[in-house]
């Protein structure tokens, strides 16, 4: 009778050990009791029933990366490309998580697919090699919408890589090496005009200076002979002034008028008309200068 007892009781310790469960941070279990959904457990320990509760999913709650492989898509100017997309994407409620859709993965890449299609649809070649950003706003709305009956929550989707045709490509490559010749020539336009236009300003500013540079000399040498006459007239007023405040006789006078008819004549005067009085002067200076010989 005791060993049977220990043997129960050791039973009924083992079954309620296997029944407890502990969830981790970032999990969560879905537990159904006889076949129905009962509740979603979330961090710490939980017990289940035995033989009538059983764990129908582990879900994680974390955000997931999805990358897609390429698919073909058809431009509006019919082009046909490849194009990969990657979504990520977060499961908020892990009961509609596992009982809105079968294999919801699957079903988020085929909604994905489809709704890149129609997108693409709309859109020209060059369009859609400029568009990302419209291209990403547009399936993210479009599939957070329809996953949310599905308890995911689409966070952000990003085209990776869009691939033309070859012939697209070669095309594209010829056009762009086009456009850079194109730029280069312009730019090389320009950098001859500017350069033209600094040698003409170069000459202009060179001629400015040599105009100012004569206009500053003439004007130099206009003030130089003025100072000049000022000078000569300064010297003859002075000159004036001193005979007249030495009280010169007449005597003194004329000999200053005869040497200045000597400068006059300067050896050049062929013929010198003398006033009277100053031939009188002469006569006299004539007959001191004989005295003085003898």
Request: with cysteine.
């Amino acid at each position: 009778m005791t060993y049977a007892v220990i043997v129960l009781a050791a039973f009924i310790l083992m079954l309620i050990i296997s029944n407890v469960r502990i969830v981790s941070q970032s999990n969560a279990f879905v537990l159904e009791r006889l076949g129905a959904y009962c509740a979603t457990w979330s961090v710490g320990m939980h017990v289940k029933l035995p033989f009538l509760d059983r764990i129908a999913s582990k879900v994680s709650l974390k955000e997931q990366v999805a990358d897609f492989d390429p698919q073909p898509v058809i431009t509006k100017d019919n082009v046909t490309m490849m194009i990969d997309t990657v979504i990520y994407m977060q499961i908020t409620d892990p009961k509609l998580y596992t009982y809105g859709v079968i294999n919801p993965m699957n079903a988020i890449e085929n909604l994905a697919v489809t709704t890149l299609r129609n997108i693409i649809g709309d859109l020209e070649l060059d369009e859609t090699l400029t568009s990302r950003d419209m291209i990403n706003n547009r399936m993210r709305l479009v599939l957070d919408e329809a996953t949310d009956p599905w308890g995911i929550k689409v966070n952000r989707v990003e085209v990776k890589n869009i691939t033309p045709p070859k012939s697209i490509q070669e095309a594209m490559e010829k056009q762009m090496r086009a456009e850079r010749e194109r730029r280069e020539s312009i730019l090389r336009a320009e950098g001859e005009k500017q350069s033209a236009i600094l040698v003409a300003e170069g000459q202009k500013v060179s001629a400015i200076l040599k105009a100012e540079a004569s206009k500053e000399a003439a004007i130099r040498e206009a003030e130089g002979e003025a100072e000049a006459i000022l000078a000569v007239q300064k010297a003859t007023a002075d000159g004036l002034s001193m005979l007249k405040s030495v009280n010169a006789d007449e005597a003194l006078i004329r000999l200053k008028s005869l040497e200045a008819l000597q400068k006059v004549a300067d050896g050049q005067a062929t013929k010198i008309i003398i006033p009277s009085d100053i031939q009188n002067l002469a006569g006299v200076v004539t007959s001191i200068a004989e005295l003085v010989k003898k």
